[in-house]
T-cell receptor, first 111, second 114 residues
Framework: DQQVKQNSPSLSVQEGRISILNCDYT??????FLWYKKYPAEGPTFLIS?????DKNEDGRFTVFLNKSAKHLSLHIVPSQPGDSAVYFC??????????FGTGTSLTVIP | DGGITQSPKYLFRKEGQNVTLSCEQN?????MYWYRQDPGQGLRLIYY???????QKGDIAEGYSVSREKKESFPLTVTSAQKNPTAFYLC?????????????FGPGTRLTVT
């Protein structure tokens, strides 16, 4: 059973506009969330994280929002750049040592 | 340069053969992980190790085996018992095996079994 879901397999955005990637989770015990970026034939690289004690975390062009009541998080990229084109995975963890990953959203930023 | 190396990048094997995937890290991380990625699916945990000489099964450990004899190394053996071994395999490490530490990933090994 998929505990972390990314319901949009792909997203296309014009360069300079905002990209919003969404992620839903089912386990209310999750308290730490991460976003990873992955280029083809490479391993994922860590992008940004958020703890459940916060509802927003910002790092440059990347902002992650957490809505605990809705069990939803989103990644905003502003402004989007062609180099942002990649697959983005969200991941969640709780009291255990295991991360649960979503299925990924492929972002294409059109120049 | 600190990082995680996985070799080879591409691996081809005949059905029925065991194959071992290499993973080495020089980040001095205690914890190491093996994931499998299939098309349209997220990363699924195969095994993880919190410390040398210790490892635990993940969600899909059947048909796989691991060892952790050295802190830097966490090889994964895909045995002939694994029904669908063709996949992209990712190794990761973290400072410790706690949920609020991000994992660092290697470049992956694409295994094809025919």
């Amino acid at each position: 059973d998929q505990q972390v879901k990314q319901n949009s397999p792909s997203l296309s955005v014009q360069e300079g506009r905002i990209s919003i990637l969404n992620c839903d989770y089912t386990n209310s015990m999750f308290d730490y969330f991460l976003w990873y970026k992955k280029y083809p034939a490479e391993g994922p690289t860590f992008l940004i994280s958020i703890s459940s004690i916060k509802d927003k975390n910002e790092d440059g062009r990347f902002t992650v929002f957490l809505n605990k009541s809705a069990k939803h998080l989103s990644l905003h990229i502003v402004p989007s750049q062609p180099g942002d084109s990649a697959v983005y995975f969200c991941a969640a963890s709780g009291t255990g040592n295991q991360f649960y990953f979503g299925t990924g959203t492929s972002l294409t930023v059109i120049p | 340069d600190g990082g995680i190396t996985q070799s080879p990048k591409y691996l081809f094997r005949k059905e029925g053969q065991n194959v071992t995937l290499s993973c080495e890290q020089n980040l001095n991380h205690d914890a190491m992980y093996w994931y499998r990625q299939d098309p349209g699916q997220g990363l699924r945990l195969i095994y993880y190790s919190q410390i040398v000489n210790d490892f635990q099964k993940g969600d899909i450990a059947e048909g796989y085996s691991v060892s952790r004899e050295k802190k830097e190394s966490f090889p994964l053996t895909v045995t002939s018992a694994q029904k669908n071994p063709t996949a992209f395999y990712l190794c990761a490490s973290s400072i410790v095996a706690r949920s609020n530490y991000e994992q660092y990933f290697g470049p992956g090994t694409r295994l094809t079994v025919t």
